[in-house]
């Protein structure tokens, strides 16, 4: 009886011991192709046509969201300026609420999470800050 035990003991060691498998190496992301690249520059385009020239932040809320990315972005492009003009847009930038938008996003998605175009447009508003 000793001896089945102890086989059975060495088995149990011996698969024990055994070098697990490799984990599979993640696949890298698919490339952007020129026709997603173009799509894309022409969401921005209308995004930027629609908001920059808003000076009011919309009601609605993804809207806003929206808005805030395309004037945080604008106000991105102004940093560098000087020290004056840096400390002014850094206000807004504050203001806006720029360093928020992403945990907004994500917040607002799980609160519209049966709104299916509320969703698709808030997954768009993630997938260009995705990186």
Same mark, same amino acid.
């Given at each position: ?5 102890? /086989? ?23 490339? /952007? ?99």
């Amino acid at each position: 009886m000793s001896r089945i035990i102890v /086989i059975g003991l060495t088995a149990v060691l011996l698969a024990a011991c055994q070098p697990a498998a490799e984990p599979a190496a993640p696949e890298a992301p698919a490339p /952007i192709t020129a026709t997603d690249q173009a799509a894309q520059d022409a969401v921005w385009a209308a995004l930027e046509e629609r908001y920059l020239g808003m000076e009011t932040v919309p009601s609605d809320p993804i809207e806003a969201l929206e808005w805030r990315e395309v004037h945080c972005n604008f106000l991105g492009g102004e940093i560098g300026g000087g020290a004056e003009q840096d400390r002014a847009v850094n206000a807004r930038i504050e203001e806006i609420g720029c360093m928020r938008q992403l945990e907004d996003a994500q917040a607002l998605k799980a609160t519209r999470m049966t709104d299916t175009a509320a969703v698709a447009r808030l997954d768009a508003f993630l997938s260009r800050h995705d990186g």
